[in-house]
């Protein structure tokens, strides 16, 4: 099994920026790819960004640009650093795992979500 805690969620403006952690941990050689995904109210969860263990990452179209994810194999954390904001990025992003070694691949293991509410 693989544990995956978040942390960095919160309250911004929008035209704002966060910075999403998450570490891993237990049977960690098992994974791969790595990534975020969120989910707003009413909605499915959806892709953020993924990278796998070797660096190649995939966005989701409507964050490219303003988000960037980030990987330490070394200290098994990943990092999703959101700027310019906008209030439609509000939702609970999730802190995934996947076995898979592709950057969007459907995840094995979550986090328990962390809030990120942008304000107008």
């Known amino acids: 099994q693989v544990q995956l805690v978040e942390s960095g969620g919160g309250l911004v403006q929008a035209g704002g920026s966060l910075r999403l952690s998450c570490a891993a941990s237990?049977?960690?050689?098992?994974?791969?790819?790595m990534g975020w995904y969120r989910q707003a109210p009413g909605e499915q969860r959806d892709l953020v960004a993924g990278i796998t263990k070797g660096g190649t990452v995939n966005y989701d179209t409507f964050v490219k640009g303003r988000f960037t994810i980030s990987r330490d194999n070394a200290k098994n954390t990943v990092t999703l650093q959101m700027n310019a904001l906008k209030p439609e990025d509000t939702a609970v992003y999730y802190c995934t795992a996947a076995r898979a070694a592709v950057a969007f691949a459907w995840p094995d293991y979550w986090g328990q979500g962390t809030q990120v509410t942008v304000s107008s």
């Open positions: 237990g049977d960690i050689f098992s994974i791969n790819a």
